[in-house]
């Protein structure tokens, strides 16, 4: 089946930190992948997404590259901010099942 | 401009009781979801509807029963309420014709069960 695992949080950054957290997924096709945002008492938010190996989505100064030979999909920005804080989900839609696989989320921190 | 919209936001109730949590959205889609997040922030996918059509039904126990009586609205009824489902039950809607099927979620509702 399919599965997404990400990095263990929290993650604790001061600001203008650079920040990667981890993903990677086992699919039994040629899944999209996404990550989504959660900030405090909210729903989720789509952050990017990418459809295709080697797309890169982007949105926000966030970037992740869809890597098919690693099965990965990192996410990554240069320099977080304080108001970046909240708990990111990688996910992951595989072809033919609409229902979205998330990991289990990655809590993200950061410090004026 | 609300999207997709769940009501209540919090919802505490007694176990054993039974208990409903409506979903709405106004975006056109014709798929909704329902998930659930558990204490640890564990989200998984428990059921999907296409046209008001169950599609996808999660290993959950038979006292969830989702109800679309059209397509902007999925509802979930829960019969016997138990602790353990106690957690934060997100509704979600996408556009079958999307590729990327970008999901929209609802704010979210809180349930605890005392």
């Known amino acids: 089946g399919n599965s997404v695992t990400q990095m263990e949080g929290p993650v604790t950054l001061s600001e203008e930190a650079f920040l990667t957290i981890n993903c990677t997924y086992t699919?039994?096709?040629?899944?999209?992948l996404f990550w989504y945002v959660q900030y405090p008492g909210e729903g989720l938010q789509l952050l990017l997404k990418?459809?295709?190996?080697?797309d890169k989505g982007s949105n926000k100064g966030f970037e992740a590259t869809y890597r098919k030979e690693t099965t990965s999909f990192h996410l990554e920005k240069g320099s977080v901010q304080v108001s970046d804080s909240a708990v990111y989900f990688c996910?992951?839609?595989?072809?033919?099942?609409?229902?979205?696989?998330f990991g289990s989320g990655t809590r993200l921190q950061v410090q004026p | 401009d609300t999207a997709v919209s769940q009501t209540p936001k919090y919802l505490v109730t007694q176990m054993g009781n039974d208990k409903s949590i409506k979903c709405e959205q106004n975006?056109?889609?014709?798929?909704m979801y329902w998930y659930k997040q558990d204490s640890k922030k564990f989200l998984k996918i428990m059921f999907s509807?296409?046209?008001?059509?169950?599609?996808i039904n999660e290993t959950v126990p038979n006292r969830f029963s989702p109800k679309s009586p059209d397509k902007a609205h999925l509802n979930l009824h829960i019969n016997s309420l138990e602790l353990g489902d106690s957690a934060v039950y997100f509704c979600?809607?996408?556009?079958?014709?999307?590729?990327?099927?970008?999901?929209?979620f609802g704010p979210g509702t809180r349930l605890t069960v005392l």
């Open positions: 979600a809607s996408s556009s079958r014709g999307s590729l990327d099927n970008e999901q929209f």
């Open positions: 996910a992951l839609r595989d072809t033919g099942r609409r229902a979205l696989t």
């Open positions: 699919a039994t096709g040629y899944p999209s």
């Open positions: 509807y296409n046209n008001k059509e169950l599609i």
């Open positions: 975006l056109g889609h014709d798929t």
């Open positions: 990418a459809t295709k190996a080697d």
